[in-house]
């Protein structure tokens, strides 16, 4: 099974967070991983978000990059272009998303993916719209 993971859902692979058994559950079913280009970015974010808060060390911090970095290897990326930009503005204009949120979704809409999944609420609906089979965890 192809499925795109939003930045939400795939923080679960690393971090100990809510919805990780669902992930998990769709994980090992999995054949085929997508992500936006902007997953690594994303997910360093998180990081050290989490770092300043304080439920990571800069250790953990540390290693959990250099595991995000070789795993992005292995994930089918979406490539940054125009019709990524030009489909990111048009759901902006059909929905009230937010800038990332648009190029997670137009990251899946331009792609042939059988699953969508995000650990955003908001995000899940409009992806349900868009593209049909889409799992919220």
Do not use: C
């Not at 930009?85 to 190029?103: G, N, R």
Request: glycine content about 2%; charged content about 25%.
């Amino acid at each position: 099974m192809k499925v795109f993971f939003d930045t939400s859902a795939l923080a679960k692979k690393y971090i100990e967070e809510p919805g990780i058994a669902s992930f998990d559950r769709i994980f090992s079913q999995t054949t085929s991983m997508v992500v936006a280009p902007i997953y690594v970015i994303e997910m360093n974010s998180i990081l050290h978000r989490r770092w300043r808060e304080g439920t990571l060390t800069e250790k953990q911090v540390h290693w959990l990059k250099s595991e995000i970095f070789h795993d992005a290897l292995a994930f089918e990326q979406v490539v940054f272009s125009d019709s990524l930009i030009t489909k990111a503005i048009a759901l902006m204009d059909k929905y009230p998303l937010v800038t990332l949120d648009s190029i997670q979704l137009a990251s899946a809409s331009l792609t042939e993916i059988d699953m969508f999944v995000t650990a955003d609420k908001k995000l899940s609906e409009y992806a349900k719209r868009e593209l049909g089979k889409v799992e919220y965890i």
